[in-house]
């Protein structure tokens, strides 16, 4: 689906340019059609540029990069226009992702117009489906930015990101700005959109557990470079690189509060039987081989 | 005073002058031009303000110059801002030999003196309020263009820019749709401001005698007040008259601009954002 | 002595479909020196109760009574609250657009500095330096001379983190200050979250519960605009008394990653009742119809729930 060989950015800063950043430095790696790749990395490493010179947002210094067999760095600009809606990313920060002056309804009506030959009525209802989606209400929709939550302004930006109905989607930090229920949700939702759409991610996040659920493989990333690819479960059971041992190993750290966690857990499941409901989400705590089945099982 | 009343209170005095340029030939006693009493006549029930040295009635002349000092300063300002926010968001936003080339013609304009510029202009060209305001903006304009320019060169690297990009929309719906509603504000405080600038310059053109002589403006007022013994003679109703009208329009736009200025504080408002 | 005071605090916003009621009679006390965190849903109204205290929110209704250190704050005037505002109270925002784009970072950092009485400018820059080194900035000297938007978003956060911490302020505010850092980077924030706050009061919103768990003496639990339990951090995290904090943690991926069922409420449409009911996996007839008070639970003092059957054990 993508193919990237090469691919460099440096930025020039200072007074006559003369400091250099090599954000993004001679980068090769490619994602099959419906792959997910994880991309950690530590804060500030490229890989936030690197999604966008995938889509081409901003221009590589060098480089070469093969969207669905199209060399997308020699298309005119025209041409690269059309090829846009297929590719999209989910910004890291959802309150510098939407236009502070428009409201959530033309935020994500705006792709659905550009798209061209839709009725009002027909775009109208296309929104409020998406709304729901990711689980917005039409309470949302006259508002603008700063008139919303910052989860809340991420939902928008996802309703905005599928709107384009994209074929490869960049998501940086998608889950960040989410409480850790919705975080879930949303998760759900792009693990769905990825077994029933068969979109290719690439999955960038800080949040290492989350990674390891949702990708099929990682590229690790320190310093412009990547220095590690590797299935999921490779990469987390035999780290190689040194930076991913030290990521792998700083990920486990949370172990304070799994164990504060864990005793609660035990306590009230041993304590109180709790009652059953319909649609009630499965109580059994889940092993990880079949993390993935149980997410997509998911609560609904 | 709060940002709120400031910015009422510029609104109100700005809007009764507006009122007033656009009424003067019905509210005005007497035409200005008229020569309709005895010169130099003090203020009385027929003429409010007096006569100045040739017999005009003073109140409908200061009436009348409303317009001339508001067109100026109003036109000025909206050209001035129209030539910097457009070339500084093109400049911006395609970057690269475009923006090094204005960006160059902005420096070498912006070391020479504008007003001592602009005199020589207005004497070259006929000096028409059209022409004063006309080479106002241009020449203004290019002060902004940097203003303009650092805050378009932050909103293209804005990820809602990359998002708006991102979903193939064009460049001139990026510039219309996305940056320009977003240098709207700091763009109407600009335009506040620089009216508030150029009315004093005009004033100042008319004062030298480079007005348009075709129109009646406080400049050509005070300075006739001035240079033909309204001065000397103490004859307050006719030097003192166009100085408060020039003033008060002048504190109403500080204080219009005042109170606009918090829209665009990033600190002040931005800080508000969720 | 409590630094903060917040009583019956409601902020509303009215808008075209309706009131939007994004805090609720919310009754909130932070002791001198106590770190509070405070986690919730999305939308529940902690950044609006953030903002409420240093009243820096536009378009809202705000009704009740926030004590700091004995004054009044809502019948202060502006100046008052300006002062007030970056000396004594600081805030780390959750937006980065709370950084000005067109300064540079360590000006903007030393600009905040002298606003306290740091005279000397070329001090204050120094000062700024530091203070983005200590949230682990790599070549601080070379980035305080950066514009924001040269910054990742990792970058950004800790410049706003530094920011907010740069005035040597009493009483910290800070909205999601960890988000988008490495786990590293993000270690070592929190160790100086809680360096800086061993004599500072902190108000900690976040959605992070390991940073809040290793942070925070105390945590509220906010829905939907009111607090729905509040409790010593250990209680709350491993008895975790309402169905909502249970259902939060339930959906950590360490926990089984399972969502809450339902969507959102609404903050026009309040539900009836427990506010939660529409969503509680085990509600009871009374629930939809009489709104629980928050009350403390027998079995644990101090811990304090708002739920009619906290005590079903
Ligand atoms: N426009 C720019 N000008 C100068 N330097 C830049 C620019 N954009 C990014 N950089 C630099 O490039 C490097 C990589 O930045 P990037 O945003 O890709 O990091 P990241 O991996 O996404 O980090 P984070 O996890 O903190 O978001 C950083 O050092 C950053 O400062
Ligand atoms: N200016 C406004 N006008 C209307 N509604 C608003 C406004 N500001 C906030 N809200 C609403 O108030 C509610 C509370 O928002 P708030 O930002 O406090 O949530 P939050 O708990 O901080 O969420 P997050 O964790 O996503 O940041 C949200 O539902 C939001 O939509
Ligand atoms: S009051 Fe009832 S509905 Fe509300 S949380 Fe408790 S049990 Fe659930
Ligand atoms: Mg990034
Ligand atoms: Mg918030």
Request: hydrophobic residues 40%.
């Amino acid at each position: 689906m993508i193919e990237v060989e090469g691919l460099t950015r440096h930025f020039f800063s200072g007074r006559l340019g003369k400091e250099r950043v090599e954000a993004v430095d001679e980068v090769s790696f490619n994602i099959k059609r419906g792959e997910t790749l994880g991309l950690v990395g530590g804060s500030g490493c490229g890989k936030t540029t690197l999604g966008r010179l995938l889509l081409r947002l901003i221009e590589p210094t060098s480089g070469r990069i093969i969207f669905d067999g199209v060399d997308i760095l020699h298309l005119k600009r025209r041409e690269m226009r059309r090829l846009r809606p297929r590719m999209q990313m989910i910004f890291q920060d959802p309150d510098t992702s939407l236009n502070p002056r428009m409201a959530s309804l033309e935020s994500i009506s705006e792709p659905l117009k550009l798209k061209g030959g839709l009725t009002r009525a027909e775009i109208e209802d296309e929104v409020s489906r998406l709304m729901e989606k990711v689980g917005l209400s039409p309470e949302h929709l006259g508002r603008r930015p700063h008139q919303l939550s910052g989860g809340q302004n991420q939902r928008v930006v996802l309703a905005r990101v599928l709107a384009s109905n994209p074929e490869f989607i960049v998501a940086d930090e998608p889950l960040s700005a989410l409480d850790v229920s919705v975080q879930a949700q949303i998760f759900g939702l792009l693990s769905e959109m990825k077994r029933d759409r068969n979109i290719t991610f690439l999955f960038i996040s800080h949040d290492l557990n989350i990674v390891r659920l949702m990708s099929d493989r990682v590229a690790v990333m320190d310093r412009g470079k990547i220095v590690e690819v590797g299935p999921t479960e490779e990469i987390f059971r035999h780290p190689l690189h040194p930076r991913t041992r030290e990521l792998v190993s700083s990920a486990s750290m949370d172990g304070q509060l799994t164990l504060m966690l864990k005793e609660g857990l035990i306590s009230t499941v041993t304590r109180r039987p709790r009652p059953r409901m319909g649609g009630v989400c499965d109580d059994n705590p889940m092993d990880s081989k079949s993390s993935r089945l149980m997410i997509n099982a998911g609560c609904r | 005073m709060s940002r709120k009343s400031a910015f009422s209170a510029g609104l109100f005095i700005l809007g009764a002058y507006i009122l007033v340029a656009l009424l003067s030939s019905v509210i005005t006693p007497y035409s200005p031009t008229a020569l309709v009493g005895r010169p130099l006549d003090g203020p009385s029930d027929t003429h409010l303000l007096g006569t100045n040295d040739l017999g005009q009635d003073i109140f409908s002349r200061l009436l009348y110059g409303t317009r001339a000092t508001l067109i100026i300063g109003l036109l000025g300002a909206l050209l001035s801002v129209l030539v910097s926010t457009l070339v500084g968001t093109v400049s911006a936003y395609y970057g690269g030999g475009v923006d090094e080339v204005i960006t160059r013609s902005v420096d070498v304009l912006m070391t020479l003196p504008s007003f001592p510029l602009l005199l020589v202009l207005t004497i070259f060209f006929a000096p028409s309020i059209f022409v004063i305001s006309g080479l106002m903006g241009v020449l203004g304009g290019t002060q902004g263009i940097r203003i303009i320019r650092s805050q378009v060169l932050s909103l293209v690297e804005a990820n809602f820019v990359y998002g708006a990009k991102a979903i193939g929309a064009g460049d001139l719906r990026i510039m219309t749709r996305h940056i320009l509603p977003n240098v709207l504000p700091l763009a109407t405080v600009k335009f506040v401001f620089a009216a508030q600038r150029y009315m004093l310059m005009g004033v100042g053109l008319g004062f030298l005698g480079l007005g348009d002589p075709s129109v009646v403006d406080w400049g050509q007022m005070i300075s006739r007040a001035y240079y033909n013994g309204g001065f000397a003679l103490g004859l307050w109703w006719w030097l003192i008259p166009p100085g408060i009208a020039v003033t008060l329009l002048s504190v109403a736009l500080a204080l219009l601009g005042y109170g606009l200025e918090e829209e665009i504080d990033p600190r002040l408002k931005r800080s508000v954002a969720i | 002595m409590s630094i903060l005071a917040i009583n019956d605090l409601k902020v509303q916003f009215p808008t075209p479909e309706g009131l939007v009621k994004a805090v609720n009679s919310v009754d909130l006390e932070l002791e001198e020196g106590e770190r509070l965190g405070m986690i919730g849903e999305t939308g529940s109204g902690k950044t609006v109760l953030g903002l409420a205290v240093v009243r820096l929110l536009s378009g809202a209704e705000v009704e009740g009574n926030i004590e700091y250190r004995g004054k009044k704050l809502l019948l202060l005037d502006e100046a008052e609250m300006r002062k007030l505002r970056g000396r004594e109270i600081s805030v780390i925002f959750q937006s980065p657009n709370s950084l000005n784009p067109v300064l540079k970072v360590g000006d903007q950092i030393a600009e905040s500095i002298r606003l306290v009485g740091c005279s000397n400018r070329q001090d204050a820059k120094k000062k700024a330096v530091q203070a983005m080194e200590a949230v682990g900035m790599p070549d601080a000297e070379l980035w305080a001379d950066r514009y924001p938007h040269q910054f990742s978003g990792g970058m950004k956060e800790r410049a706003m983190i530094a920011l907010g911490l740069a005035c040597d302020p009493r009483l910290i505010i800070a909205d999601e200050p960890t988000k988008g850092l490495d786990a590293n980077i993000k270690a070592q924030v929190v160790e100086l979250i809680r360096d800086v706050t061993t004599d500072k009061s902190l108000l900690f919103i976040t959605h992070d519960l390991s940073a809040a768990a290793q942070i925070c003496d105390r945590i509220a639990v906010m829905y939907c605009g009111e607090i729905v339990e509040v409790g010593r951090t250990e209680e709350i995290f491993a008895n975790p008394l309402h169905p909502y904090t249970e259902g939060l943690f339930r959906s950590l991926p360490i926990m089984g990653m399972k969502a809450i069922r339902g969507a959102s409420p609404s903050l026009i449409d309040i539900p009836s009742g427990c506010r939660f009911h529409p969503r509680c996996d085990r509600p009871c007839e009374n629930c939809a119809k009489a709104h629980p008070p928050l009350v403390e639970a027998e079995s644990s003092p101090g811990h304090l729930m708002r739920c009619f059957q906290h005590d079903r054990g």
